[in-house]
């Protein structure tokens, strides 16, 4: 078999007369999908595998069962709380950062970053040493009867530490490249505060956010090291989806636990499905390049029909 | 409605864009403020507006003081260099963004407000384009939404930051053409910032020469061109050559030349640089009484309305001379014919006068 | 008249909601994130050094060091050979289902660390898919290997899409001048195009190996855990959060926290050197 007949197509960077022999295309290929099939579509697939190794009926059996579905319902109304407050965190940070100048922006935006630098498990420890029995407000919200750590409110604040960046992280850049311009028109033609990010920035910032939404989404419900710091690992009552596969898969019982585990990854690959929609929307696009193309001269004499759109 | 900038400075940092700028702006008329980059012309337009704040110095309009008015509160259109349009809506939804803000109280009905817009769109002649959006619109067709947009709330002044610099030198000479004609038909106040001397000449009442910060001259399009208060005025606005001179009392020297030069220097003699358009130099075949200098031609091009030259002189310079295409003829210019040079006027800045 | 600017007009802002939006940006992140890290350093600095020491540097802890920086290093590394050999293959050539295999590189970022432990470890252990090929001479689960299985893992995506965009913005025409000058595609990419991934590279390998030290999730399930032998550091501190050590849980943290900030530091300054070198090809 020659070489010339495996033809790995190349695209438009690299020339014919610059390119490598097919053998080495064909090669690094076979060596990337090596690499690729070991370290990423394998543990795919043995979710899958795993979760229906005893059919399809135990499959919904195990998902059926009450304790799984309290740690569902309890992932659920963890994302449901920390989802929407990153959220508006998030929108409020890109906002001031992203309209206007003021001193320790760049300290600020380095900042919050921060818990991407951290641990998950220190994620939990510190609010373990905020208010867990020798914590800080230990004594005090023993106390007054409150509970905090080892319950919900703790399992809502460590996820709300690790995931807050990511809104955030989204749409600063989006509505840096975005500017300032639309949102002066908009003050100069009479619209206060809030008519202007309605009706102006918010349009215009909705596929990055809707994507950091479901992204957060996504690491939200997944969390998994500082949740397990904070919750009492009560069954059926502090477990959320993560812990719980944890529990079953260290009692042996494998197709209960990547049951579980294969809602987890459904879930991610929608999020990757939807980071490929919002990266290939020519709204998104759009928003990033239309600040440039501002800058462009499009020649055409003033009587000139309707030219065909850049979107 | 009459604007009136009061001593106003500006910086930002370490660079001062405006030092004690005094102007006004009188209802009705169409002002350009003209200078090159960095100027202060823009900052002093966005202060007018409220999108700046001045470090010092105020702002009034029709006598009243705005400056500490906020942007919304200013009633004022405003018209982006880049156009600003809102990307993600039509042009009818651009158009009458500013109507569907107001308000409550004051807000007009549904359908007052689509009678408003399709007017004015029909004003700027882009009615049947009310459904695109403005990525599918050329650089004319924006800036012109963007004007419809500024007129929709009805200003009672009209603000301009380089309208058409982002546009083709011929789409710029027709929305020229068409700005004045609609600045006469709406008579609203207006004040344009451009550094294309052209199109200020052509579109203003009066236009305001600024560089560096400070206003060099105000006056009628022909008073700054004819009648230059200073050197840099005269530099900027069309094409000049200078020549290094002498004055003495009351006389003016230059090269050969002697003029009389009444309100010169009292005593001694003062290095001086004289100023002269390439129109206001005359072409002559001999020497006369009044030759400034004597040159070949080096460079001649008579494709146009006059005919331009470029001449050597025997000191090895170049000057720029243009002449009717009569004189050409009748003196049968030619290149490397040797010619001589006569200047009908020539400006000298002592200080900030013109002679 | 000269008016004197006011006191409360310069700090008059154009747009609106600053206020609003800075105020509540910073109470939020205050209350959620710098408050709670404050707790810890403070908490640390009751300590005494002596007892500092002697609990960051037990000798199962310095095992645990070794394991944890040990495996990010080598994980990261086979990330920066082979994930550059991935953005390569995807920004460089077609192939069937390319774009598939371009989204599923995030995978690692969106899926849960306990999913990914899980499903790593049965794969590897010894009659799993792999560790059944593998067995008896190589064990992967349950060993060191196991854990750089896990961080491998872990920081693939790190590399990867740190280089495909500076290899998308490389400029056809600089190898095509080099093979003109006679160079062969070898020396062209050696000579011409490495040194332009160095940044990206270095940039992702830093990444990588910040996101793998701290790694917890997908690491505990196919490491075994022993002491001394299997254990990382962040399991570490949970244990002791476990026996209610406080103190030395937040000791081994602030070792931790240490780490992660020289790495941050290291991380902005790459980038910096990474976009400088881009933006000279008049971005």
């Known amino acids: 078999m020659s070489t010339a007949s495996l033809n790995i197509p190349l695209r438009r960077s690299a020339q014919r007369s610059t390119a490598e022999p097919a053998l080495i295309r064909w090669t690094l290929v076979g060596v990337a999908v090596l690499f690729l099939a070991l370290f990423l579509f394998l543990p795919l697939a043995a979710v899958f595998g795993q979760a229906f190794e005893r059919g399809v009926g135990a499959y919904f059996a195990a998902l059926r069962d009450p304790d799984a579905w309290s740690a569902i319902r309890l992932t659920l109304l963890t994302a449901g709380i920390v989802v929407p407050l990153n959220m508006v965190f998030g929108v409020a940070m890109a906002w001031a950062v992203a309209k206007f100048e003021f001193r320790g922006k760049s300290v600020l935006i380095t900042l919050i970053d921060l818990p991407f630098a951290v641990s998950p498990v220190i994620s939990g420890l510190i609010y373990v040493l905020l208010f867990g029995l020798q914590g800080w407000f230990g004594p005090w919200l023993l106390e007054h009867n409150i509970r905090i750590m080892y319950a919900v409110p703790a399992i809502v604040l460590a996820t709300a530490f690790v995931t807050c960046p990511l809104v955030a992280r989204e749409l600063i850049p989006l509505m840096q490249a975005q500017g300032t311009e639309e949102e002066e028109a908009a003050v100069v033609l009479g619209a206060r505060g809030w008519q202007t990010f309605f009706r102006v920035t918010l349009p215009n910032i909705k596929w990055g956010l809707l994507y950091g939404v479901i992204l957060c989404n996504a690491r939200a419900m997944g969390e998994f090291g500082a949740v397990s710091v904070v919750s009492g690992h009560i069954r059926g009552l502090t477990n959320t989806m993560t812990l719980h596969v944890e529990i079953l898969y260290n009692e042996y019982n494998f197709v209960g636990a990547f049951a579980v585990a294969s809602l987890l990854t459904f879930l991610a690959l929608v999020t990757l499905g939807a980071k490929s929609l919002v990266g290939w929307k020519p709204g998104r696009r759009a928003d990033k390049s239309s600040a440039e193309a501002a800058q462009d001269n499009p020649p055409a004499p003033p009587e000139a029909g309707v030219r065909a759109g850049t979107a | 409605m009459s604007i009136e900038a009061r001593n106003i400075t500006k910086t930002f940092g370490a660079f001062t864009a405006l030092r004690d700028v005094t102007l006004e702006v009188r209802t009705g008329e169409l002002v350009a403020l003209l200078g090159p980059s960095g100027s202060g012309k823009t900052t002093l337009l966005r202060i007018i507006a409220g999108l700046e704040i001045p470090d010092c110095g105020s702002i009034l309009f029709h006598g009243e003081d705005a400056t500490d008015r906020r942007v919304q509160e200013r009633r004022v259109g405003f018209v982006f260099q880049h156009y600003a349009l809102f990307r993600h809506m039509t042009v009818f939804d651009n158009v009458a963004f500013g109507l569907r803000v107001m308000p409550r109280r004051i807000r007009p009905t549904r359908d007052e407000i689509r009678a408003r817009v399709q007017k004015l769109l029909a004003l700027v002649q882009l009615d049947f384009l009310a459904n695109r959006y403005p990525s599918q619109l050329s650089g004319g067709q924006r800036q012109r939404v963007a004007l419809a947009r500024a007129l929709a709330v009805e200003p009672k002044v009209l603000l301009l930051d380089e309208p058409f610099g982002a546009l083709d030198a011929k789409v710029r000479q027709e929305l020229r053409r068409w700005l004045r004609r609609l600045h006469e038909e709406i008579n609203v106040t207006g004040v344009l910032v451009t550094h294309d001397q052209e199109e200020a000449l052509e579109v203003a009442d009066r236009v305001v020469v600024m560089n560096a910060g400070r206003i060099e001259q105000v006056g009628t399009p022909e008073e700054v061109f004819h009648h230059p208060a200073t050197e840099f005025v005269m530099h900027f606005l069309g094409h000049v050559n200078v020549f290094h001179g002498r004055v003495e009392g009351d006389k003016a020297f230059f090269g050969a030349l002697e003029l009389e030069y009444p309100n010169g220097a009292s005593t001694g003699s003062l290095a001086v640089r004289g100023f002269v358009r390439p129109h206001d130099l005359e072409i002559d075949l001999q020497p006369g009484e009044t030759t400034l200098l004597e040159g070949t031609i080096a460079h001649l091009n008579a494709a146009g309305p006059q005919v331009k030259m470029e001449l050597l002189t025997v000191m090895g310079e170049i000057i720029h001379v243009e002449t009717t295409q009569e004189r050409y003829r009748a003196l049968n210019l030619a290149r490397g014919q040797r010619v001589f040079v006569r200047p009908r006027e020539i400006k000298v800045f002592l200080g900030n006068r013109s002679g | ?283």
């Open chain 3, 1 to 283: 008249m000269d008016r004197p600017s006011r006191r409360g007009r310069r700090k008059r802002r154009i747009l609106p909601g600053f206020g609003l939006s800075l105020g509540f940006a910073l109470l939020y992140f205050s209350l959620i994130v710098l408050i709670p890290l404050g707790a810890l350093i403070v908490r640390s600095a009751g300590m005494s050094l002596g007892q500092f020491w002697s609990t960051v540097t037990a000798p199962r802890v310095l095992a645990s060091y070794r394991l944890s920086f040990g495996a990010a290093f080598v994980g990261a590394a086979i990330n920066v050979v082979f994930g550059g050999v991935v953005a390569w293959v995807l920004v460089r050539y077609r192939f069937p289902l390319r774009k598939l295999i371009d989204a599923l590189v995030d995978l690692p970022f969106a899926l849960p660390t306990a999913v990914a432990g899980i499903a790593l470890t049965t794969i590897y252990c010894t009659n799993g898919w792999i560790g059944r090929l593998l067995d008896p001479h190589v064990r992967v689960a349950f060993t060191p290997l196991g854990v750089i299985v896990a961080l491998t893992f872990i920081g693939l995506p790190f590399v990867v899409r740190t280089v495909q965009p500076v290899l998308e913005d490389l400029d056809a025409e600089i190898e095509e001048s080099a093979a003109s000058l006679g160079a062969n595609r070898r020396q062209t990419f050696v000579r011409v195009i490495l040194p332009e991934l160095w940044p990206a590279l270095a940039t992702g390998f830093a990444l990588a190996f910040a996101r793998a030290i701290g790694e917890y999730g997908s690491v505990i399930f196919i490491a075994g855990n022993m002491p001394m032998k299997t254990e990382i550091t962040p399991l570490l501190i949970w244990i002791k959060l476990e026996q209610f050590d406080y103190a030395g849980a937040t000791a081994l943290a602030v070792v931790m926290l240490a780490a992660s900030f020289v790495l941050l530091l290291l991380i902005n300054l790459l980038q910096r050197w990474a976009s400088r070198r881009q933006h000279a090809y008049g971005d």
